[in-house]
């Protein structure tokens, strides 16, 4: 089976850090994004498996990129989860993203959301 690549889309650089050693121990490959050109030229040239967007990052609009990867029809299958600190902002995007990883993030909850993202794989 294929590596599961997940796009991090995040401008904290120690949650960057903490979902890099999350990603090495589970044997994932990550990608970090932190602005949203990057985002959209990554998605589209290199799809990944797994999308974690933190929703309110002080550089982008995360909201947006949400958004616009909804409304993409190459990019609007790919598992996207909102990361955010707060519940009450989480619970405002649940209908536009396949879940949501509340920080702090805990490696049981990151391997969670790595399951889906093979689930997902296997059904296509």
């Known amino acids: 089976m294929a590596q599961i690549k997940v796009l991090l889309v995040e401008d904290d650089p120690q949650f960057v850090y903490l979902i890099q050693r999350y ?72 209908d536009r993203a396949e879940g949501f990883l509340l920080k702090p993030v805990m490696y049981e909850d990151f391997c969670r959301i790595l399951a889906t993202a093979t689930i997902d794989r296997n059904e296509t």
Not at 44 to 63: R, Y
Not at 73 to 93: L, Y
């Open 23 to 94: 990603a090495a121990a589970s044997g994932c490959a990550l990608v970090h994004a932190d602005n949203a050109c990057q985002v959209m030229s990554f998605v589209q040239q290199n799809p990944p498996d797994l999308i974690l967007i933190d929703i309110f990052p002080s550089k982008m609009n995360g909201s947006q990129i949400l958004s616009d990867l909804k409304a993409n029809p190459v990019t609007r299958q790919i598992p996207a989860f909102v990361c955010s600190a707060s519940d009450t902002v989480i619970h405002e995007w649940e």
